[in-house]
């Protein structure tokens, strides 16, 4: 059965809920925090959290030079606000000590909607996610200042980048996992799937 297996990063950030939003897309989701267990995976999710922790810690653990490379390799990977900004190949306003895995020519500013009271929750048009817009929560988000001529804006919100795919790569500034609403995850596991090579089946 084509069923993929998708793991969450499991260092900092909401990974349970992403857990629960990709086994409801029919995929096997698993936590990932070591090597080993990367090497595992036919695609990753980054989760939202703090991602100059997630940066550290991935350093810590050893996985994030294993990161960078499955992501140069192709391996589908989708990341949610911390996560997109662990994709951005540069931050325009980066902490001291801050890296990023990298994988969409992209500068991301971090918090660029503002504090956790200014969160929010707005819908949007969200390419290749059929049907009605979906609800974006917005948790001290970053946006999207501009990207290169690979990335593919998917979404805007407020006249600012949203949600970009670049090749095998996925980036929303906001949380579907939060929402009860499956479809920007089963993009993801479409995306999964359709990378999968015959053998792997
Ligand atoms: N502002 C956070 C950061 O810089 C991201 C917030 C989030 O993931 N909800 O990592």
Not at 66 to 87: E, N, S
């Amino acid at each position: 059965m084509n069923t993929p297996v998708i793991g969450v990063l499991a260092l900092q950030g909401d990974v349970r809920e992403h857990l629960i939003a990709l086994a409801a897309a029919d995929a096997v989701a698993r936590p990932v925090r070591r090597p080993e267990e990367l090497a595992e995976v036919d695609g990753l999710v980054i989760p939202g959290g703090e991602s100059t922790t997630i940066s550290k810690l991935a350093v810590l653990f050893g996985v994030m030079e294993p990161l960078r490379a499955r992501v140069r390799d192709g391996m589908p990977v989708y990341g949610t606000c911390a996560g997109m900004i662990m994709l951005a190949d540069k931050i325009l306003d980066p902490r001291s000590g801050q890296e990023t895995i990298g994988g969409i020519d992209m500068i991301v500013r971090r918090n660029a909607f503002g504090r956790q009271n200014e969160s929010f929750e707005a819908a949007v048009d969200v390419d290749g996610v059929p049907g009605d817009p979906v609800e974006g929560v917005f948790i001290r988000a970053p946006w999207v200042e501009s990207v290169g001529a690979e990335a593919e804006v998917l979404a805007e919100y407020g006249g600012h980048i949203v949600a970009v795919r670049q090749g095998n790569a996925l980036a929303t500034s906001f949380h579907p996992e939060l929402t009860g609403d499956h479809r920007v995850h089963s993009l993801f596991v479409d995306m999964v799937r359709a990378n999968r090579t015959p053998e792997s089946l």
